[in-house]
């Protein structure tokens, strides 16, 4: 498969069902020869994260819950005492490969709220640059029903968009999408790729397919989960996830439905900071600065005239010339206070003054030039 073949940064999603074996373990066999396709992709350079659940499932064995709908209380205790043999699994899956699983546990909020995003955002960017593997689970121990993601694939999305993944691999009890339910029309057709995300496309997962999948999910919100990350410009794969190294059967042809991106993730982003972010002030910058931020440069507080307005770390700013134009805008990596005491300053110069260093003003990574206005 191209897409996975090309891909530097994927995100798979590992449901229950696949995770934990009828006797209510963890599945040591299947994690063992996943691990080992996560480790080919890892030795060709490509960057994984797993998104997995499992701990509930795990976690009610332990605590003597019986087989039946959990209230919310039960569901979160069941996650807390099956959260640690979670990671358990996936370290002991993933040492005889020389790689090192860490945990993340997430919340909606880390996902919708900026400042939050921004910080998670920077944990797992920072967990790939070491050579580790995340394994992100929704934090079912604190999340209430009215702040929860309720399954993984939507999860999966987010954190696909959330580090600019390439492709999103939805491991599934069925082999893609239908134009029905396979289990009960044998002339339901199989469907290969999806170029666009259209009415018709979701009323098939909405119908018929609507309870294919186990656990909390389903065809549907595996076709919700790929409308998010196609307009974050990342490929969503719906494959079978019931086999052996379900990734190099991919790569071998098997049969899955690949949904193809609506952009590409740097682009996504790029708008994203252009028109969806209302901006907290303004930094000036000299004929310099201006230069190499319309080249697409960071913005370096040498380059810094004066700082407009109140803003935090991690919020939006414009960027103008001393004529007061509009160049960029781009998310600021200290706040108005401290950006102040920084302007013209050289960057070895920064530390001095506050006592750390966050890189440049603004990232090259986090600037958007020549799309704000476009975009209002």
Avoid at 133 to 154: A, C, K, L
Avoid at 239 to 265: D, K, Q, Y
Wanted: with cysteine.
């Amino acid at each position: 498969m191209n897409e996975l073949e090309r891909a530097k940064r994927i995100v798979v999603k590992v449901g229950s069902a696949l995770l934990v074996g009828r006797d209510g373990a963890a599945d040591g066999h299947w994690l063992h020869a996943f691990a080992a396709d996560v480790s080919r992709l890892r030795e060709r350079g490509q960057q994984v994260l797993v998104v997995s659940s499992g701990a509930v499932a795990l976690g009610r064995q332990r605590v003597g819950l019986a087989r039946r709908p959990l209230t919310m209380p039960e569901k979160q205790a069941a996650a807390a005492a099956g959260q640690s043999a979670l990671m358990r699994a996936w370290e002991e899956a993933f040492e005889p490969h020389g790689l090192a699983a860490a945990q993340v546990l997430l919340t909606r909020d880390d996902t919708e709220v900026r400042r939050r995003w921004l910080n998670a955002r920077a944990t797992v960017e920072t967990l790939l640059q070491l050579g580790l593997v995340p394994v992100v689970n929704e934090n079912d121990t604190v999340v209430t029903e009215e702040i929860r993601y309720g399954d993984n694939d939507r999860l999966a999305a987010r954190v696909a968009q959330m580090i600019g993944a390439d492709v999103l691999v939805l491991l599934s009890d069925v082999d893609g999408l239908y134009t029905a339910d396979p289990r009960r029309n044998p002339d339901a057709r199989h469907i290969a790729r999806v170029p666009r995300l259209t009415s018709d496309i979701e009323a098939m997962a909405g119908g018929a397919n609507t309870a294919v999948g186990l656990g909390t999910g389903g065809m549907a919100t595996k076709i919700a989960a790929a409308r998010i990350a196609s307009a974050a410009g990342c490929a969503t794969v719906v494959t079978l996830g019931h086999r052996p190294s379900p990734l190099a059967a991919l790569e071998a042809g098997e049969r899955a439905t690949v949904i193809e991106p609506s952009t590409t993730p740097a682009a996504a982003y790029k708008a994203w900071i252009a028109g969806s972010l209302a901006p907290a002030g303004a930094v000036v910058v000299d004929a310099g600065a201006a230069a190499a931020v319309r080249r697409g440069k960071s913005l370096l507080a040498a380059g810094v005239r004066r700082i407009e307005g109140r803003f935090g770390k991690g919020d939006a700013v414009i960027i103008r010339d001393e004529a007061g134009d509009e160049i960029a805008r781009g998310l600021v990596r200290y706040d108005a206070a401290d950006a102040a005491r920084i302007c013209g300053l050289k960057s070895d110069a920064i530390e001095p003054e506050l006592g750390y260093t966050a890189g440049p003003l603004v990232h090259a990574d986090d600037l958007a030039v020549g799309q704000a206005q476009a975009a209002h």
